[in-house]
């Protein structure tokens, strides 16, 4: 298979998997081992590409943060506390990623660690679903320290590949008190200095490599982004329709179709 189209279906799958509570990072796991290629190649990419679908959270809530910025400017407090909501939530994933960057690297290489991950993460969810009683709908801004704080450490569990990073951090929210669609959207926004934190690391990381060629260059990089974003314009916009009328427990009984179909086929190939 062409390099080309690696890119572009692995650019499908993180702008579809990025804000489901499913692991985009555990999905691109599995690509790579489904489709035999050299995973090493695309590590940065499959990482660096999930900007691309940042974006897509910028541009599809651009009101939400031009209001904020607008409120900074003029001293209004519930943009000051929006703002804090989402830097003491960003902290403590920040703080682990520097501390255990190596170990969550030799983590990203086992696929039967995500097929586990998907398959215990759905029942999370359905366990979450079922006993979790949201408060009345609230704005991020009003959201308590402890609460995002909470929510901020819980997203740390994403660290482990296949639990989700909106899954850890949207679940974390629902067991909180937080109502779904505040709980989803408190997710999308938390990934913005998230993956842009993440991003920069592998960058600097293998800065040498990429420009040795001994990983995918930065063309390839831009394309998958650009793929990547126009894909999860049109995913978020359907994702938070579903949870509002259905919920999350979907998304969990394919978390535990897929990861034990995953874990089924990659012990028979074993």
Same mark, same amino acid.
């Given at each position: 298979?062409?390099?080309?189209?690696?890119?572009?279906?692995?650019?499908?799958?993180? *702008?579809?998997?990025?804000?489901?509570?499913?692991?985009? !990072?555990?999905?691109?796991?599995?690509?790579?081992?489904?489709?035999?290629?050299?995973?090493?190649?695309?590590?940065?990419?499959?990482? /660096?590409? $999930?900007?691309?679908?940042?974006?897509?959270?910028?541009? %599809?809530?651009?009101?939400?943060?031009?209001?904020?910025? &607008?409120?900074?400017?003029? *001293?209004?407090?519930?943009?000051?506390?929006?703002?804090?909501?989402?830097?003491?939530?960003?902290?403590?994933?920040?703080?682990?990623?520097?501390?255990?960057?190596?170990?969550?690297?030799?983590? %990203?290489?086992?696929?039967? !660690?995500?097929?586990?991950?998907?398959? /215990?993460?759905?029942?999370?969810?359905?366990?979450?679903?079922?006993?979790?009683? +949201?408060?009345?709908?609230?704005?991020?801004?009003?959201?308590?320290?402890?609460?995002?704080?909470?929510?901020?450490?819980? &997203?740390? %569990?994403?660290?482990? +590949?296949?639990?989700?990073?909106?899954?850890?951090?949207?679940?974390?929210?629902?067991?909180? *008190?937080?109502?779904?669609?505040?709980?989803?959207?408190?997710?999308?926004?938390?990934?913005? +200095?998230?993956?842009?934190?993440?991003?920069?690391? $592998?960058?600097?990381?293998?800065?040498?490599?990429?420009?040795?060629? *001994? &990983?995918?260059?930065?063309?390839?990089?831009?394309?998958?982004?650009?793929?990547?974003?126009?894909?999860?314009?049109? /995913?978020?916009?359907?994702?938070?329709?579903?949870?509002?009328?259905?919920?999350?427990?979907?998304?969990?009984?394919?978390?535990?179709?897929?990861?034990?179909?995953?874990? /089924?086929?990659?012990?028979?190939?074993?």
């Amino acid at each position: 298979m062409s390099d080309l189209v690696l890119i572009i279906l692995l650019a499908i799958v993180e *702008g579809i998997t990025e804000f489901l509570p499913v692991s985009s !990072t555990g999905h691109l796991i599995l690509a790579g081992s489904l489709l035999h290629y050299d995973g090493a190649r695309f590590e940065v990419f499959n990482i /660096v590409i $999930q900007l691309g679908a940042i974006m897509a959270i910028v541009v %599809l809530y651009w009101r939400t943060f031009w209001a904020v910025l &607008q409120g900074l400017f003029r *001293g209004d407090a519930a943009s000051f506390r929006f703002v804090r909501n989402l830097l003491v939530a960003f902290l403590p994933a920040a703080v682990l990623g520097i501390v255990l960057h190596k170990k969550i690297e030799a983590l %990203l290489l086992s696929p039967i !660690t995500v097929a586990v991950a998907l398959i /215990v993460g759905g029942v999370a969810i359905l366990g979450v679903e079922k006993v979790a009683k +949201p408060r009345h709908d609230h704005g991020i801004a009003d959201l308590s320290l402890g609460t995002v704080l909470g929510i901020g450490v819980l &997203q740390c %569990l994403a660290m482990i +590949p296949g639990i989700s990073r909106s899954g850890a951090t949207i679940m974390g929210a629902l067991a909180l *008190g937080v109502d779904r669609r505040t709980a989803a959207e408190f997710s999308f926004f938390l990934a913005i +200095p998230t993956m842009f934190g993440a991003s920069a690391v $592998q960058l600097f990381s293998h800065r040498h490599e990429l420009s040795n060629g *001994g &990983q995918v260059g930065l063309g390839a990089i831009a394309l998958g982004s650009v793929i990547a974003f126009v894909v999860a314009l049109v /995913v978020v916009r359907w994702f938070v329709g579903i949870v509002t009328r259905r919920g999350f427990a979907p998304f969990a009984w394919y978390r535990i179709a897929a990861g034990g179909a995953a874990l /089924v086929w990659l012990l028979a190939a074993h």
